[in-house]
């Protein structure tokens, strides 16, 4: 297999606007990210991904942006920004940008001039059509509630947007706006950048004619998925973007898919094909749903986990590469949702950390992760600012008339804005994240999980993930090695193992708050020589056996051959 910086490295996720407040007004910045280098340098990141910083009027925080080139007032500016690069790589870590080209904000001067006249040069930067009987153009739904076509009154016609109305989709089928996008990559490359996120990359292709989707029960509005995910030009784009841009610099490209199976994974990231490095699969994140989505609330079954994760390490081994994460700026906290936020918080989070650090792939730490921040649960639904949660809430509760408290029930345990809460810095007012009044609360427990106390505390999660990431950079196994799942069947254990040259790891989590008994499969042949980590402390004697007792959420991993 070929090596790689970017499969070798160790990514943090910055979600700006909750980071780190450096100047009274409660919302993260620029400014703030250069404060705290030090302590991700500490922690031993090697690559940091910036959520948006570009200018936008934040319908939805930044993934609506109305100046591609230039940075939100609320953030800095430009300077501040090619500080904030300098400061970065002076500490010998890599920056990437998140790209956001799907969909532009109503407000970026594109959109200002297509939506002018249907002659305009910009009308077909985005996807207008008239409307059908009196209606939208077809029945697709917003992935934030309501309708995905707005009406412009200027030309008598529908604009398409995945998202907000305030994020049109751009027109990919358009030559002109590609080489325009392509231009601004450039653009940021020339910079010095390292890579990019690429937002929802995979719905830029959509299928001629826009059918509707299936709609069996009659809903006002349904998801159109199967109709611009993985659409039928997407492959082309990226090569094109790849060739016209990416190629010629020495970068990382990670995709953010949403309904991308492992299979078209290969596709994406084969690396002869020339598209991009890796994917963010959703599959593992849709386990805990049923089948009316996100919303709809459903157990995590850990054999569900299994059969997924070996689906993509197996599928992508020596084809492409895997992204690993757990949990980002869309997500619930991951100590929450896989793991146990009160008793065994610490245990499971780093049980979480290991599982994850020791698969065959990329891993992303999503800000706080690492002091083991958990979901919030705010009382009143003023207190929540995610523009999915409060059109969720409105088009459910206010128009709807469905029971409000089953309502917030749901968004506690999956509105992104448990993943927005201020970082917690220390114990004092908002976690220590801003001197003013914050954009959203912080969440309470700041008093008890915060990051002055982890770093003061040897057998912190902070600490425990140092660990992890420094071990990644000794032992090429963790980042090369062959997966192999044992003990499919057990409902409580997850355990693999790791093999290059002639090593072995081994490595056994138990996911759940019981007592276990790991016993090796008998056609299994695995020597331990050695412990590499484990959650628990171990007498000596432990540190050869191939059958144990497992402790809630404990965690074992094992070098030998
Ligand atoms: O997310 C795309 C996406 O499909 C989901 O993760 C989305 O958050 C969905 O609502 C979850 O239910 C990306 C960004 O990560 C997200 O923050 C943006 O809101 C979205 O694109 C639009 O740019
Ligand atoms: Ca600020």
Request: some cysteine; hydrophobic content about 30%.
């Amino acid at each position: 297999m070929e090596k790689s910086w970017w499969k070798e490295s160790v990514i943090y996720q910055i979600y700006p606007r909750s980071f780190k407040d450096s100047n009274g007004d409660g919302i993260g910045d620029i400014k703030g990210i250069i404060e705290k280098l030090d302590y991700l340098k500490k922690l031993g990141v090697d690559v940091i991904w910036l959520s948006p910083v570009y200018k936008s009027p934040n319908d939805d925080n930044g993934y609506d942006i109305s100046n591609y080139q230039d940075v939100m007032d609320e953030f800095g500016n430009l300077e501040d920004w090619d500080q904030l690069l300098h400061e970065i790589h002076s500490r010998s870590m890599k920056l990437i940008m998140d790209l956001v080209v799907n969909h532009s904000s109503d407000e970026h001067a594109w959109f200002e001039e297509s939506r002018k006249s249907k002659d305009n040069p910009y009308r077909d930067y985005y996807i207008w059509r008239p409307g059908k009987d009196g209606k939208e153009p077809n029945n697709w739904e917003s992935a934030f509630s309501g309708s995905a076509w707005q009406y412009d009154e200027n030309t008598d016609e529908y604009y398409l947007h995945l998202f907000s109305k305030k994020q049109p989709d751009l027109n990919w089928e358009n030559p002109t706006l590609r080489n325009e996008v392509y231009k601004m990559m450039a653009w940021w490359l020339d910079k010095g950048i390292d890579g990019f996120r690429m937002d929802v990359i995979n719905f830029i292709s959509k299928v001629p004619g826009l059918p509707d989707a299936a709609n069996p029960e009659e809903k006002a509005y349904v998801g159109g998925g199967q109709y611009y995910m993985n659409g039928p030009r997407i492959h082309e784009f990226l090569q094109e973007m790849n060739k016209e841009v990416l190629s010629k610099y020495d970068i990382m490209t990670v995709g953010e898919m949403p309904g991308v199976d492992a299979e078209e994974a290969k596709l994406y990231t084969e690396q002869n094909r020339g598209e991009l490095n890796m994917v963010f699969t959703f599959e593992h994140m849709d386990l805990d749903s049923g089948p009316n989505g996100k919303w709809d609330l459903k157990p995590f079954n850990l054999l569900d986990l299994k059969e997924n994760i070996t689906k993509w390490q197996t599928g992508l081994q020596g084809v492409g590469w895997n992204s690993l994460y757990l949990n980002n700026h869309d997500q619930p906290r991951m100590v929450s949702r896989f793991g146990n936020d009160q008793e065994y918080r610490i245990e499971s989070a780093k049980m979480l950390a290991t599982f994850l650090h020791m698969l065959q792939g990329t891993p992303y730490i999503y800000q706080g992760e690492e002091i083991g921040m958990t979901n919030v649960c705010f009382d009143t639904i003023d207190e929540y600012r995610d523009i999915e949660i409060l059109n969720m809430y409105k088009e459910k509760v206010i128009d709807g008339n469905m029971d409000q408290n089953k309502v917030l029930e749901s968004i506690y345990v999956k509105g992104r804005d448990n993943a927005r809460t201020p970082i917690q810095w220390d114990d004092t007012d908002h976690g220590g994240f801003t001197s003013g009044q914050p954009w959203i609360k912080a969440n309470p427990n700041y008093k008890q999980i915060n990051a002055k106390q982890a770093i003061q505390d040897p057998n912190s999660i902070y600490h425990y993930y140092r660990k992890l990431i420094r071990l990644r950079k000794e032992n090429e196994i963790i980042v090369y090695g062959e997966y192999e799942l044992i003990l499919a069947e057990h409902e409580q254990i997850f355990a693999y193992t790791r093999s290059y040259h002639d090593e072995k790891l081994l490595i056994v989590t138990n996911f759940s708050e019981e007592q276990v008994e790991f016993v090796m499969p008998k056609d299994y042949t695995f020597t331990p020589n050695e412990l590499l980590i484990s959650n628990y402390v171990l007498e000596e004697t432990e540190a050869k056996r191939t059958s144990f007792t497992l402790r809630p959420y404990e965690t074992r991993v094992y070098k030998g051959y």
